[in-house]
């Protein structure tokens, strides 16, 4: 019988706990702040990130894995008989961690060769978790590998995800935003609603003023994606902002049929992109 594993990256945002319990391997994304360089998730925790991100004098930046040390999380896998890797990261639009992934997978050398499945999730943060604790359940339950990659590929179909950013500077100074587009937003205090498009692009839904109105405008939304769907899993994330995330969960809950709910923090990579104050929905229906 084939053992399945599945790997994924550090901007899946999936709880250590999580990770340990199902036995998930994940090659963390780097974050610099000047010339100081952490290991996301691994040397810098979400807590620590955001205490940093309010004192150093440095704006954070990040980088990918090396192909090296995606071959050798692979090589190291694949050494057990028997076993297949599907590796799930973070959406090519954003980022080049999926295609470094792929690139390691074609060094794979001998028996190793063709049996890694490196995945574009077209999503981040627990867009990808979602598809990967579902992808490591599955394999538990003896799916086969195209049938997890199937599974997978309904997961991103039917996943609704939606950020409320607190603060325009971190998308500004990602380059998402123009400067005078940040300053002019803060001035109003618009918020920005974004959710990531199937193929994985970041995209501005709308751009609401104040924190009220703009959960009100998500409840929308969601009611028109959903139609008459239950969710099958909801999980509030946060980056930093506890409260926010505790209001955006009420207000969803008493809204909708929901059967199962959880927190999350936006890691590291994700909140330096983000921001401070992020409250987000992912939403399941699969």
């Given at each position: ?19 340990e319990a199902l036995n998930i391997e994940m090659v963390p994304l780097k974050i610099n702040f000047g010339e100081e360089q952490y290991l996301d998730a691994v040397t810098l925790q979400s807590e620590d990130f955001y205490r940093k991100l309010g004192s150093s004098s440095h704006f954070p930046s990040t980088s990918t894995p090396s192909p090296g040390e995606f ?216």
């Open positions: 019988m084939t053992n399945i594993r599945i790997v994924t990256d550090s901007t899946a945002d999936i709880p250590l706990a999580v990770r071959l050798n999380f692979y090589q190291r896998l694949l050494e057990e008989p028997d076993t297949e890797v599907i590796s799930i990261h973070l959406s090519s639009v954003l980022s080049g961690t999926f295609g470094t992934a792929e690139l390691a997978a074609s060094l794979l050398e001998g028996d190793q060769v063709g049996r890694v499945h490196v995945v574009d999730s077209c999503s981040a943060s627990y867009g990808i978790g979602a598809q990967v604790v579902a992808a490591v359940e599955a394999a538990r339950a003896g799916k086969s590998v195209q049938e997890i990659l199937d599974l997978v590929q309904r997961i991103r179909d039917q996943y609704y995800i939606y950020f409320l950013v607190d603060t325009l500077e971190f998308l500004q100074k990602g380059g998402r935003i123009g400067k005078a587009s940040a300053l002019l937003g803060s001035l109003l205090n618009i918020k920005p609603i974004l959710s990531l498009e199937r193929t994985g692009e970041v995209t501005v839904i709308d751009k609401v003023r104040g924190n009220k109105k703009a959960i009100a405008r998500i409840l929308e939304l969601l009611a028109a994606d959903l139609s008459d769907k239950t969710i099958r899993t909801l999980h509030i994330a946060h980056a930093n902002n506890l409260e926010g995330a505790e209001g955006l969960r009420e207000a969803i809950v008493q809204r909708f049929n929901v059967e199962h709910v959880a927190y999350i923090t936006l890691g590291p990579v994700i909140g330096a992109h983000a921001g401070p104050g992020t409250i987000a929905a992912f939403v399941g229906t699969v």
